[in-house]
């Protein structure tokens, strides 16, 4: 059985996807240092795949952590999902956002470099597409100024791991490329679990559904969309790690020294609105929501092509956004 770490995997999308290698018998080993995340999750992993999950607790950038892993277990490939990811926050500190997303990489790719570990699945994120030109959006479309400190990491970080692989260092490397992660398992035991205020859509649907919060805003409905409210591709979280379990077992067929990127979404955009309206569809939750000022730095619409993931990783994605709101507020209720 394979072993995979996965750097910040007991957050939102590490802890499904350590669910997803589990169930295609591969075994996780997180690296987790719980900023953004909850102990609690290792257990409700636990009960999710009946199987003892291995954590160490620490930064992913602690190179002496990452060799002790390295020296209790035989690395096959590594996930690396841990950096900071609050749009807004990298605006105001940027420095914490690039020290961190940028040094964390580098020992990333040291480690495995040294430790002659060869695949690497790489976190990365639409918004290295700034608001584009033409959409969908393809692998190929170009990347622009980002919006944000936290999105130019991503760029940057791509781009170190071209040169590192251009440099030969026997390594295969997927860049996913996420679009909008949404829903929650559907046991409702795993799901995303913001501390403090959310920096996604869903979180705040649902904790105002659950008279958590007041209201929602939704910030702008003047734009040139269907219903003027901004778009976005929602892809639900299990989708997305089973994307994942896919990029592994195709970087363990390609030659040493390789690199591409996948673009992972639904292939179509739905509105904010078109949200707010599913889930309350689904849910016969009505929400309390008011229309907003636009927000300073929002992409319009953005929505992936999907058609490189499809046909070279035979990925599609299995859930409906009715499913993802379903899940998100069963995961909300169980809390």
């Known amino acids: 059985m394979k072993k995979i770490l996965i750097t910040g995997g007991a957050g939102y999308i590490g802890s499904h996807t350590a669910v997803e290698l589990i169930n295609s018998d591969f075994e996780p080993i997180i690296i987790d240092d719980f900023s953004n995340s909850q102990e609690s999750v290792l257990d409700r992993l636990e009960e999710i795949t009946s199987r003892k999950i291995t954590c160490y607790q620490g930064d992913c950038a602690d190179r002496s952590l990452l060799d002790q892993v390295a020296k209790d277990h035989q690395l096959s490939g590594v996930i690396h999902f841990a950096a900071f990811k609050a749009v807004g926050e990298s605006t105001e500190l940027p420095l914490k956002y690039y020290r961190n997303n940028l040094v964390s990489l580098i020992e990333i790719m040291e480690f495995m470099r040294d430790h002659k570990i060869q695949d690497l699945v790489f976190s990365s994120s639409c918004t290295v ?31 170190m791991l071209v040169d590192f692989v251009k440099s030969k260092p026997g390594i295969r490397v997927i860049s996913l490329r996420y679009f909008n992660p949404v829903g929650a398992h559907p046991s409702g035991k795993i799901g995303e679990l913001p501390q403090g205020k959310p920096n996604n859509l869903v979180p705040f649907v649902t904790q105002t559904a659950a008279g958590i919060r007041e209201k929602l805003t939704v910030f702008g409905d003047d734009y040139d969309t269907p219903d003027g ?43 904010v609105l078109q949200v707010i309206k599913t889930f309350e569809e689904v849910t016969n939750v009505k929400l309390n929501y008011e229309i907003g000022p636009r927000r300073p730095g929002d992409v319009v619409k953005i929505w992936a092509d999907t058609k490189k993931i499809n046909e070279v990783l035979g990925w599609y994605p299995k ?3 009715a499913d993802s709101m379903r899940d998100s507020w069963n995961w909300q209720k169980g809390l």
């Open 129 to 159: 597409y700034g608001q584009p030109d033409i959409l969908p959006v393809t692998e190929a479309t170009p990347r622009k100024d980002a919006e944000s400190p936290y999105g130019n990491s991503k760029k940057v970080c791509e781009d």
């Open 229 to 271: 409210s901004c778009v976005r591709d929602f892809i639900h979280v299990m989708d997305l790690a089973d994307a994942h379990v896919k990029a592994l077992a195709y970087l363990d067929e390609k030659q040493n020294n390789f690199y591409d990127v996948f673009n992972v979404g639904t292939g179509k955009g739905d509105t």
């Open 319 to 321: 859930y409906s956004l």
